[in-house]
C-alpha cells in the first residue's frame, strides 16, 4: 500500500475529515476535562489496592517502585503525545499504529491491547466486589458487581456531559482522603508511631535495587500508570485535541506520581516491619493505625466508589471509544459503530463491555493477580508497536532527524521505550504468555478474515491523499 501523508501541520484537530471520518460523536471536552478523565482513570488512590503486595515484593521500597514506573512509562507516554498531536483521532494506538505503520498492523495492536481494555473493567470489579464483602460482611459479590456495571454502562451511554459532573465530585472526595491520611500520618510518625521519624528507607535502601528489582518494579506499577493511553480515546469529544490530549497526558501523570509517591511514603513509614505487611489489605491497616476503624471504614468505601464508580466508567468509556473506532473501520462488526443518535455515544460497545464486564468478573473473583498480568501483557505488547511507529513515521518515512531534538523525540526515546517494555516482558507468568500467544492467533485469523488475506483496507483509507 502507497505510505499515507501526513495532513497539513495547520490542520485544526476538530476536522477529521481530513482522516477520512466524519464527526459523529459530540464535543465537549477541554483540558482539565481530559487531565480529570485521566487522573481519576489511572486513580489517586490507586496504591492504596495493591499496597501491600508491592511491599512485600521490594523489600519496603514501595515509592521507589512507583518512581520506576514512572520513569518507565514516561517514554511510551512521549510518544503517545507524539502521535495525538499527528493524528488527533478516536481510537488510541489502533488508529496511531494503523497510520504509523499501515492499517493491518494497526488492526494488531488495537486487538492486542483490546486485551487490556475488555480486561481492565473486569479487574476492578472484582476489587469492589473483594471490598464490598468486606465492608458488608455476607452480602452477594455479585449484587456489587450488577450494581456498579449497570450504573457505569448507563453513564457511558448518557455521555460526555454527564460523567464529567460524576468526576469532579468523585475528585474531590478522592483528594480529601489522601490529605486526610497524609495529614493523620504525620501526625502518627511525629507522636513516635511508626518509624517514628521520616527515614528514607522506603524510598532507597543499599544493596536492595539492581536490574531485577527495577524489571518487577516496572512491571508491578505499570497496571497503576494504565489509563493514560485511554485518555488519547476521546481525541473526536475534545476540543483542539492536537494540543489538549498530548499536553492532558503529561500533566495528568506528573500529578498522579507525586500523589502516588506521598500516600505510599506515609503507609511504609506507619508500618516499618514491610515482611508482615498483609498483601490484601496492607494500607488499610496503616489508615487503621493512624485514624482509626471510622477512618478505616470511610476509606474503604471511598476506594469502592472511586474505583466503582470513576475508574470503571473511564475504563469503559475508553474501551468503548476503541471498539467505535475498530467497528466503524469494519475491521470488526460494523455494529460496534453504532453511535446513539441523541446522545451522540457507541452505545452498542458500551452495552457489550458491560455485558463482557459482568461475565468475567463474577467468575474472576478470586484471580485478581491472573487478571493483571494478563491486562499487562495486551498493554505493553501494544505499546512496543507504538513506539516503533513513532520511530518508523516521524523518523524514517518523514525523516524528521536534522535537529539533536528530532533525533532524541523520534529515535532516542522510542526505542529506549521498546527496550523497558521488551524488558519487563521477559517477566509474565507462563499463563499470561500462554493466554495472550493465543489471542494474538486469534486477531491474526480475524484481521486475515476481515481484510481478505490483509489485502482490503478500512474505507478511510481508499480516499486518503498517497
Known amino acids: 500500500m502507497a505510505e499515507q501523508k501526513a495532513p497539513a501541520k495547520g490542520?485544526?484537530?476538530?476536522?477529521?475529515?481530513?482522516?477520512?471520518?466524519?464527526?459523529?460523536?459530540?464535543?465537549?471536552?477541554?483540558?482539565?476535562?481530559?487531565?480529570?478523565?485521566?487522573?481519576?482513570?489511572?486513580?489517586?488512590?490507586?496504591?492504596?489496592?495493591i499496597f501491600g503486595s508491592i511491599q512485600l515484593n521490594s523489600h519496603g521500597m514501595t515509592p521507589l517502585v512507583y518512581i520506576i514506573g514512572f520513569v518507565a512509562i514516561m517514554f511510551t507516554a512521549m510518544s503517545y503525545m507524539r502521535m495525538?498531536?499527528?493524528?488527533?483521532?478516536?481510537?488510541?494506538?489502533?488508529?496511531?499504529?494503523q497510520r504509523g505503520i499501515n492499517p493491518h498492523v494497526g488492526f494488531i495492536a488495537g486487538w492486542l491491547i483490546l486485551l487490556d481494555y475488555i480486561l481492565v473493567p473486569s479487574l476492578l470489579i472484582v476489587m469492589v466486589m473483594n471490598w464490598g464483602t468486606a465492608l458488608i460482611p455476607n452480602s452477594p459479590a455479585w449484587l456489587w458487581a450488577v450494581v456498579f456495571i449497570a450504573f457505569n454502562t448507563f453513564v457511558n451511554i448518557r455521555g460526555i456531559q454527564m460523567s464529567r459532573g460524576v468526576d469532579w465530585v468523585i475528585f474531590v472526595i478522592e483528594v480529601l482522603a489522601v490529605i486526610a491520611f497524609i495529614a493523620l500520618g504525620c501526625n502518627f510518625i511525629m507522636g513516635g508511631g511508626g518509624a517514628g521519624a521520616f527515614v528514607l528507607d522506603p524510598i532507597y535502601q543499599e544493596g536492595q535495587v539492581d536490574a531485577h528489582f527495577i524489571a518487577a518494579g516496572i512491571s508491578l506499577a505499570a497496571l497503576s500508570f494504565l489509563?493514560?493511553?485511554?485518555?488519547?480515546?476521546?481525541?473526536?469529544?475534545?476540543h483542539e485535541p492536537e494540543k489538549n490530549i498530548g499536553r492532558g497526558i503529561l500533566i495528568a501523570l506528573c500529578a498522579i506520581i507525586v500523589v502516588f509517591v506521598a500516600q505510599t511514603y506515609i503507609a511504609a513509614i506507619v508500618q516499618p516491619d514491610w515482611a508482615n505487611t498483609d498483601p490484601d489489605m496492607g494500607f488499610f491497616d496503616s489508615v487503621m493505625l493512624v485514624g482509626g476503624p471510622v477512618f478505616y471504614k470511610i476509606m474503604l468505601v471511598i476506594n469502592i466508589i472511586a474505583i466503582g464508580i470513576a475508574n470503571i466508567m473511564n475504563a469503559q468509556m475508553a474501551s468503548s471509544r476503541l471498539l467505535y473506532s475498530m467497528g466503524r473501520d469494519g475491521v470488526i462488526p460494523k455494529a460496534f459503530g453504532k453511535v446513539h443518535p441523541k446522545y451522540q455515544t457507541p452505545w452498542f460497545s458500551a452495552v457489550f463491555l458491560g455485558v463482557?464486564?459482568?461475565?468475567?468478573?463474577?467468575?474472576?473473583?478470586?484471580?485478581?493477580?491472573q487478571l493483571a498480568g494478563l491486562v499487562n501483557f495486551g498493554a505493553l505488547a501494544s505499546f512496543i508497536l507504538l513506539n516503533f511507529a513513532v520511530f518508523l513515521f516521524f523518523f524514517i518515512r518523514e525523516k524528521k532527524r536534522n535537529t539533536f531534538g528530532d533525533i532524541v523525540k523520534y529515535l532516542i526515546c522510542p526505542w529506549i521505550g521498546i527496550a523497558i517494555l521488551v524488558y519487563v516482558f521477559t517477566g509474565f507468568e507462563t499463563m499470561t504468555y500462554i493466554v495472550g500467544v493465543v489471542w494474538l492467533i486469534l486477531g491474526l485469523i480475524v484481521g486475515a478474515v476481515k481484510s481478505k488475506g490483509f489485502k482490503e483496507v478500512p474505507e478511510a483509507f481508499k480516499h486518503l491523499e498517497v
Not at 84 to 97: D, L, N, T
Not at 227 to 238: K, Y
Request: charged share 15%; with cysteine; glycine share 12%.
Open 11 to 49: 490542520s485544526a484537530g476538530d476536522n477529521i475529515e481530513q482522516f477520512g471520518y466524519k464527526q459523529e460523536l459530540r464535543r465537549g471536552m477541554g483540558l482539565w476535562d481530559v487531565v480529570m478523565y485521566g487522573v481519576l482513570f489511572m486513580v489517586i488512590i490507586a496504591p492504596q489496592s
Open 84 to 97: 495525538s498531536g499527528r493524528f488527533p483521532i478516536a481510537g488510541s494506538v489502533y488508529s496511531y499504529v
Open 227 to 238: 489509563g493514560f493511553d485511554g485518555m488519547s480515546t476521546l481525541a473526536e469529544e475534545t
Open 356 to 369: 463482557v464486564t459482568l461475565c468475567l468478573s463474577i467468575p474472576m473473583g478470586d484471580k485478581m493477580t
